[in-house]
């Protein structure tokens, strides 16, 4: 059976401060919630709608996900997951192949160097050379990465999707 064409975006958290009472309460700075509203009007601009969203349980990823959404003009609800806070790659993947089936657009937002690593492991080569090269140099606060993936969510696996659009939001 042929699956449909899905989408998966892989966003680190926008620009934050770099000290608070512990890590996981780092909020936002003023240029980081612009950073990540520009990248939602971007990806609205691109057409992306989310239908899933996972998010770090961290302040400054929730954060970015308000930011990110309201400009997209999104109304989800994301499942905030305590795991992507410390998650690795492996992990990271896992938790999006529990992806509900219905979805057809994926939205993870997390922490480096794991968001990084997750699109790129995910990129099959095959897609825009640009964008790829573009996210090889670096993955800075509120770099983005969308992907199209066209198999069944359990099946996601390395390089089985393939990067299309790469943007860093400077709002």
């Known amino acids: 059976m042929q699956q449909r064409s899905r989408r998966i975006v892989v966003m680190r958290h926008a620009k934050a401060e770099q000290v608070a009472a512990s890590d996981l309460e780092r909020r936002l700075l003023d240029g980081g919630y612009a950073d990540?509203?520009?990248?939602?009007?971007?990806?609205?601009?691109?057409?992306v709608s989310a239908d899933h969203a996972l998010v770090s349980a961290a302040t400054r990823t929730r954060e970015t996900w308000e930011a990110l959404a309201q400009a997209a003009g999104w109304t989800l609800e994301p499942s905030v997951d305590q795991?992507?806070?410390?998650?690795?790659?492996?992990?990271?993947?896992?938790?999006?192949?529990?992806?509900?089936?219905?979805?057809?657009?994926?939205?993870?937002?997390?922490?480096?160097?794991?968001?990084?690593?997750?699109?790129n492991m995910l990129d099959d080569g095959e897609g825009d050379t640009e964008a790829t090269n573009e996210m090889a140099l670096g993955y800075p606060a509120g770099a983005v990465t969308v992907l199209e993936y066209d198999g069944a969510w359990a099946d996601l696996g390395p390089a089985t999707a393939r990067v299309v659009a790469f943007h860093v939001g400077r709002g």
């Open 36 to 47: 990540a509203a520009e990248a939602g009007a971007w990806l609205a601009g691109r057409g």
């Open 83 to 119: 795991g992507l806070y410390s998650a690795g790659p492996e992990t990271v993947l896992d938790l999006m192949r529990l992806t509900p089936e219905e979805a057809v657009t994926l939205v993870v937002v997390g922490h480096n160097p794991t968001a990084a690593y997750v699109a």
